[in-house]
């Protein structure tokens, strides 16, 4: 793989099954068995394993597998100024299941902080990695969409053109801070732009008295605002799925409605789309991807269960895909992470590694 630099030809998205040491050492802690330093402890060398099993598989890039985090987008939104964690009356529905029963509230004016606990991560897994240091964090929208105006203080934001402004802004505040913690590939993970094609979705917006029309543009203007702050040496990628607990879902309907918004609107320098199931439609909409440097990562891998896919069957489908966008602009990557909660997915450790160089091999033969 010549044209080494991100999005990479064999990507993945960012979370990874929690080992057995992790799982036992914050189940000790949650019980004040064991301090603060120890999980640290225990968390630093179990990242440290990853990252050389990441290494190993012939990625070129690493994360930290989320391993200090219980969800994939709270702990970010919850250290940010302006941002409470609450407790609910039930958790977010999945189809069979739903999590545990935690949410976020902006209660202040948006900003963020200095000393947001994730650049630390940042450097503990860039001092660490031989590869590229890859960190992921959720979208701006993500902080809107779930929880609407009814989550956000009226005393405080009234008008929801200032919390959008504010929303870019601080977005834009965090792709410098981890510039300068030394980060050049960052994440947003959004499942947003997947609900705005879901019918379900979009009825339940219109239900809490929203206009779900007019959220695409929105989010787009305030992505956009964050993004002005990236750096020429930067690299900054969205993923996008439908939803990602115990193995099971939240929406389905294919990009079309967003495809050309999300694909040529936003300045995004990669685009990670679940392509697993055909929940997630057609791969007509990569016919929106801009000739030149931006790349689609098809997530044609399925982090959902153990059965390792087969090549043949990847390699058509890239070829499907390449009918639609350049191939030199196409990547190959789990349609999404193995553990978007701390919970992870319905598979072994060793499945989700045969998986990720399974990516390798492939991402090897076809873009040789």
Same mark, same amino acid.
């Given at each position: 793989?010549?044209?080494?630099?991100?999005?990479?030809?064999?990507?993945?998205?960012?979370s990874l @099954?929690?080992?057995?040491?992790?799982k036992?050492?914050?189940?000790?802690?949650?019980?004040?068995a064991?301090?603060?330093?120890r999980?640290?402890a225990?968390e630093d060398?179990?990242?440290?394993k990853?990252?050389?099993?990441?290494?190993?598989?012939?990625?070129?890039?690493?994360?930290?597998?989320?391993?200090?985090?219980?969800?994939?987008?709270f702990?970010?939104l919850?250290?940010?100024?302006?941002?409470?964690?609450?407790?609910l009356?039930h958790?977010i529905?999945?189809?069979g299941?739903?999590?545990?029963?935690e949410?976020?509230? #902006?209660?202040g004016?948006?900003?963020?902080?200095?000393?947001?606990?994730?650049l630390?991560?940042?450097?503990?897994?860039?001092?660490?990695?031989?590869?590229?240091?890859?960190?992921t964090?959720?979208?701006?929208?993500?902080?809107?969409?779930?929880?609407?105006?009814?989550?956000?203080?009226?005393?405080?934001?009234?008008?929801?053109?200032?919390?959008?402004?504010?929303?870019?802004?601080?977005?834009?505040?965090?792709?410098?801070?981890?510039?300068?913690?030394g980060?050049?590939?960052?994440q947003?993970?959004?499942t947003?732009?997947?609900y705005?094609?879901?019918?379900?979705?979009?009825?339940? #917006?219109?239900?809490?008295?929203?206009?779900?029309?007019r959220?695409?543009?929105?989010?787009?203007?305030?992505i956009?605002?964050?993004?002005?702050?990236?750096?020429?040496?930067?690299?900054?990628?969205?993923?996008?799925?439908? +939803?990602?607990?115990?193995?099971?879902?939240?929406s389905?309907?294919?990009?079309?409605?967003v495809?050309?918004?999300?694909? +040529?609107?936003?300045?995004y320098?990669?685009y990670? @789309?679940?392509?697993d199931?055909?929940?997630?439609?057609?791969?007509?909409?990569l016919?929106?991807?801009?000739?030149?440097?931006?790349?689609?990562v098809?997530?044609?891998v399925?982090?959902?269960? +153990?059965?390792l896919?087969?090549?043949?069957?990847?390699?058509?489908?890239?070829?499907?895909?390449?009918?639609?966008?350049?191939?030199?602009?196409?990547?190959?990557?789990?349609q999404c +992470?193995f553990?978007?909660?701390?919970?992870?997915?319905? @598979?072994?450790e060793?499945?989700q590694w045969?998986?990720?160089?399974?990516?390798?091999e492939?991402?090897?033969? #076809?873009?040789?």
């Amino acid at each position: 793989m010549s044209d080494s630099h991100p999005p990479f030809r064999a990507d993945m998205v960012g979370s990874l @099954l929690r080992s057995t040491p992790l799982k036992e050492a914050r189940a000790q802690r949650a019980q004040n068995a064991i301090t603060a330093d120890r999980l640290r402890a225990v968390e630093d060398e179990e990242i440290k394993k990853i990252i050389r099993r990441q290494e190993d598989a012939g990625l070129e890039l690493a994360t930290d597998g989320e391993f200090r985090r219980s969800w994939w987008h709270f702990d970010f939104l919850w250290e940010l100024k302006g941002c409470e964690r609450v407790v609910l009356a039930h958790g977010i529905q999945f189809h069979g299941t739903e999590t545990k029963p935690e949410s976020i509230r #902006v209660s202040g004016k948006i900003d963020f902080p200095a000393d947001h606990p994730m650049l630390q991560h940042f450097k503990f897994l860039q001092a660490n990695s031989k590869v590229t240091a890859k960190m992921t964090i959720p979208s701006p929208s993500v902080l809107h969409f779930r929880g609407g105006r009814d989550a956000i203080s009226k005393d405080v934001y009234p008008d929801l053109d200032e919390y959008f402004e504010d929303l870019g802004r601080t977005w834009g505040k965090a792709v410098q801070a981890f510039y300068a913690a030394g980060c050049r590939y960052l994440q947003f993970d959004d499942t947003v732009w997947a609900y705005l094609c879901s019918k379900e979705q979009m009825e339940m #917006v219109r239900a809490r008295g929203e206009d779900p029309s007019r959220l695409p543009s929105i989010y787009a203007r305030t992505i956009n605002a964050a993004l002005k702050q990236k750096p020429a040496d930067m690299t900054i990628t969205t993923h996008v799925c439908r +939803g990602n607990f115990r193995s099971t879902w939240i929406s389905e309907g294919g990009y079309e409605p967003v495809a050309e918004l999300l694909l +040529g609107g936003i300045a995004y320098d990669g685009y990670f @789309l679940e392509y697993d199931t055909e929940r997630a439609g057609g791969l007509e909409p990569l016919r929106f991807l801009p000739k030149g440097n931006k790349r689609v990562v098809v997530g044609l891998v399925t982090s959902k269960s +153990g059965s390792l896919e087969n090549k043949d069957a990847i390699k058509r489908r890239l070829a499907e895909a390449a009918k639609f966008a350049p191939l030199e602009q196409l990547c190959l990557s789990p349609q999404c +992470g193995f553990a978007s909660t701390e919970e992870g997915n319905i @598979l072994s450790e060793e499945q989700q590694w045969a998986k990720l160089g399974l990516i390798v091999e492939i991402a090897r033969e #076809v873009w040789r």
